[in-house]
């Protein structure tokens, strides 16, 4: 076993030094591996200062958990060097991460996920545990491992943001009728759009697809075939990040 863990450190050594020699001379890096299902379990290595490592994961919580207010994410600064589509290739993959892929766990005590137990308000367990801390260390039942819900749930979600976008039209066609029912507003049709859009690069990167490109490739294909001079220009490697 600590044979393995030795292996294990040099190995991890050695990426941390190649990843280091990216970046300016005096950099820190840490590396943490934690095991979900078991709190004990976990392996850290570091050249940094710990309370340092630490104090930057709370800086960087702090920047995620602000993106759900709408401020800018903490990594938007790269995107002055990106294209839109691959902006968003890129934030939005980062969100799913923290948003789906985490696996649920509940409380040993309560049963509560950590979700359910915030939405309710319950920092503690509920009674009789009314003193207690959740302990979230039991694994969810049926969402163990991963909460990714895969390629069809991608798949559906898009199909409904479609719907959303045409019922939307609909609502705005009907007012311009003058016919009774529910109302839509310009906003609701921007908000679609945009839905849309976002569900259709998650599926499209289900299949390595680069957004970007292709439309690129597609665009320009159509108006050779129909003879017309319209096209979009190629998108550079260099600017992409690739
Ligand atoms: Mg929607
Ligand atoms: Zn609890």
């Keep these: 076993m600590s044979d393995k863990l030795d292996r294990a450190e040099a190995h991890v050594g050695k990426?941390?030094?190649?990843?280091?020699?990216?970046?300016?001379?005096?950099?820190k890096i840490t590396v943490l591996v934690r095991d979900p299902l078991h709190d004990d379990r976990d392996?850290?290595?570091?050249?940094?200062?710990?309370?340092?490592?630490?104090?930057?994961?709370?800086?960087?919580?702090?920047?995620?958990?602000?993106?759900?207010?709408?401020?800018?994410?903490?990594?938007?600064?790269?995107?002055?060097?990106?294209?839109?589509?691959?902006?968003?290739?890129?934030?939005?993959?980062?969100?799913?991460?923290?948003?789906?892929?985490?696996?649920?766990?509940?409380?040993?005590?309560?049963?509560?996920?950590?979700?359910?137990?915030?939405?309710?308000?319950?920092?503690?367990?509920?009674?009789?545990?009314?003193s207690q801390e959740h302990l979230f260390t039991k694994s969810h039942p049926h969402l163990?491992?991963?909460?990714?819900?895969?390629?069809?749930?991608?798949?559906?979600?898009?199909?409904?943001?479609?719907?959303?976008?045409?019922?939307?039209?609909?609502?705005?066609?009907?007012e311009d009728r003058g016919w009774r029912g529910s109302r839509a507003t310009p906003e609701d049709f921007a908000d679609e759009c945009a839905d849309v859009l976002i569900c259709l690069d998650k599926l499209a990167r289900r299949r390595g697809v680069d957004l970007a490109a292709v439309t690129v490739r597609k665009f320009n294909a159509t108006s050779d075939k129909v003879g017309l001079p319209h096209k979009l220009?190629?998108?550079?490697?260099?600017?992409?990040?690739?």
């Design 43 to 130: 392996f850290m290595m570091t050249s940094d200062d710990p309370a340092q490592a630490s104090r930057m994961i709370d800086r960087r919580i702090a920047a995620i958990s602000s993106t759900s207010r709408g401020q800018a994410f903490d990594g938007a600064g790269e995107g002055l060097n990106e294209d839109f589509l691959t902006q968003l290739r890129r934030v939005n993959s980062e969100r799913y991460d923290v948003w789906a892929r985490q696996p649920v766990m509940l409380c040993e005590h309560c049963g509560r996920d950590r979700q359910s137990a915030e939405d309710a308000g319950h920092n503690f367990c509920a009674p009789p545990f009314a």
């Design 144 to 174: 163990t491992v991963s909460n990714d819900a895969g390629i069809m749930f991608d798949a559906l979600e898009l199909g409904g943001e479609v719907g959303e976008l045409l019922n939307v039209v609909k609502k705005l066609e009907r």
């Design 15 to 27: 990426l941390m030094d190649d990843i280091l020699s990216i970046f300016h001379p005096g950099m």
């Design 233 to 242: 220009a190629a998108l550079s490697s260099a600017k992409r990040g690739e």
